[in-house]
């Protein structure tokens, strides 16, 4: 076979696994985010990116935004575990690889700054409990009232009737609300999680970051997907970037993001290796993965874009100059 002939074939080949279609202009700045809530976080980023700053400070200020909120899953007004105390997962990745994380850490108002701070300022990845709220006190973060927000107390007076402890996560609202319909449990208190981001600048660097009050009602001391690099999230600035959202131990059992951006690696389209990633968690256990959910987003190189979920529901935010949506994931079951 002539070389003009196996690049013909090998184009067709490459296509039908979705290879992207690698054209000269990438699309940056690009900053997607997950869930309807990601709209207000990329407002935050972009900001910051659409003035040639870098993507590493584009996700703190993100994180940042949604972290001040009034939000079910993110920051101290999030809800708390089973003992009824809120605490906070977080981690940022940046281009050279670099990262920082924080898991379990009480009553710090910004998990993904002080997550930040343990990647810049200390030569470890992640620092949990205690000694991760004792870092962020001696770098300047103030403690924060352990107080639950109005919301929270409802809702976990709500959860205390029964402390059914069901590790169940972001299985939507199927209910014709329209299409972008929050998630809710069954006695209708909010039920989405984690933030997720991720940003390509103006310098061709990728970075992302998560933030999350984890799990409602988890048990003290659980932790997710969500502050472990490669599972809630991973970056590789020659390939791309992903992050989740669900159901984090599902999440980690195959190391996620990792996957998706190895898929990302061997020629996928960020949704076809969201998809890949999917498919590895629902052929573990078919039965089980019908009352979950986990939604993977993914960018690449290119600032092409995609996601795919285990179950309807799960939405997505992009922010480039020419679009400022919200996006509906595909999803598998
Ligand atoms: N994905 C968030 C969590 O499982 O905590």
Partial sequence: MDRKHFLKISSVGLGSIGLPSFSPSAQKPIMVSTWDSGMKVNDAGWKILSANGTALDAIEAGGNFIENQNDCCVGLKGYPDRDG?????ACVMDHLSNCGAVAGIERIK????????????????????????????ENGFPLESGELSD?????????LKTSKYEPVINIENKKENGPFAPSFFEDG????????????????????????????????????????IGAGLFVDNEV???????LGEEVIRICGTHLVVEFMRQGYR????????????VNRDRKKAKTLQVGFLAINKK??????????????SIRTNNQNEII??????
């Fill in 240 to 246: 791309g970037a992903a992050t989740s959202s669900g």
């Fill in 110 to 137: 910004h998990p993904i700054s002080v997550a930040r701070k343990v990647m810049e300022k200390t030569p470890h990845v992640l620092m949990v409990g205690a000694g991760a709220q004792q870092f962020a006190l």
């Fill in 85 to 89: 105390i809120v605490t906070l997962d």
């Fill in 189 to 228: 208190t909010l039920n989405h999680d984690t933030m997720g981001m991720l940003a390509l600048d103006t310098h061709n660097n990728i970075c992302g970051g998560v933030t999350t009050s984890g799990m409602a009602f988890k048990m003290h001391g659980r932790v997710g997907d969500s502050p472990v």
């Fill in 328 to 333: 509906k994931s595909k999803f598998l079951i």
């Fill in 270 to 281: 960020p949704e076809m290796a969201c998809k890949k990633a999917v498919q590895r968690i």
């Fill in 303 to 316: 600032g092409q874009v995609g996601a795919y979920a285990v179950q309807t529901g799960f939405v997505y």
């Fill in 151 to 159: 919301d929270a107390k409802k809702a976990y007076a709500n959860w």
